[in-house]
């Protein structure tokens, strides 16, 4: 059903949400949003020359620290909250 | 109720939220995401001719995903999470 | 409780968040976001002049992709993600 | 513990989240979106002069379409989908 | 863990989430979205500065609306919707 | 699978979601919040430079406080609502 494009880029690292703790579930929530911008950009080029765009914008950073805090919220309910 | 116009656009892809796991979830999150925009704006050329817009603006590559986040927070509940 | 002009305008078809699928459960996001925008400005000339303003700029695009994704999480939920 | 300026501001027609159905509950979305701004800008005179400003301008009323999105998620949770 | 400066802070009136109703719940969350700006801008001549910027413009008091929506989300669910 | 860049930041202080109360899991909400913009943007002298661009707009202080009130919903959430 999906483009054979989109079934090469690796999306989910070990094809799992499940992680050890809340500290490794935040950095799968940072991969997992970073992949997505992959997958859209592919061109590493591209994606290195916007870097310092986004890196250095109080807005944009911002807008980074959302997705994540969002990509967080479905890891955390995967893990039930490592409760 | 729904318009002939929507009805006739496929919206999910073989009309099931159910996935083999996180990483096929992932990509059908991009496919539906990208399918509004097709519903929104079903002109081909236009939607290419905005590729560029998007894919080399920083700003923009967070706010897709920021929206395949939000996506795929449905598909993976859907999922029980792949648990 | 709710003023006369709310009350008389459609704003979920049917009065309800049931569907037989996801196919459908996105057309009714789709329709019950229109049906916001409607709402907000009744003025349908408006509406038709302000068009071309989202259908060819790649931010509103995906805007509008993220109001239909949030609009969608909730009628996912609504039918138990057509378990 | 809450101000006096807020608690004299009506902010959920008759203190309940529960109605008759979606099409009621989506009437109250809007209503309640309404209300925080009405609170957060109490001048009428105000908020009239605004009313141009988001009305005719797509960005904003995809903003508003996404505000009572949110605001009726939460409205639907409350009555369980009117299901 | 957390830094002295932040604990200084009083975040959530009265250290609970629980209130008497959607409406008290509704001014709850009016009340801890502005304690954020207040931890995050401390110097209360700034923020009153800021207020003619937010006060009178569309677009940032959607945007209030929409941070305050989903505050009350949580609070709401916190209440079990004061079913 | 996650780099070892990422591995070594610190994301969630003592990497739990549990807190004592609301007071301070609101607290974790913008700890964990600054820590993604940390991690983003490493360097410290960069971060100090940014914070007048925020700490003095209305609309970045609005952002920041959306970012915080979804952290504190994964939080609260992961808490069972501290009731």
């Not at 494009?5 to 579930?25: Q, R």
């Amino acid at each position: 059903m999906l483009t054979k494009e989109l079934m090469s880029i690796e999306l989910i690292p070990g094809n799992t949400l499940i992680t050890a703790g809340p500290e490794e579930g935040r950095a799968l929530a940072i991969k997992i949003a970073r992949l997505i911008i992959k997958a859209t950009q592919p061109d590493a080029t591209v994606r290195e020359r916007l870097r310092p765009d986004y890196a250095n914008d109080a807005g944009m950073l911002i807008s980074i620290g959302h997705v994540v805090a969002i990509e967080f919220a479905t890891i955390a309910a995967a893990n039930n909250y490592w409760r």
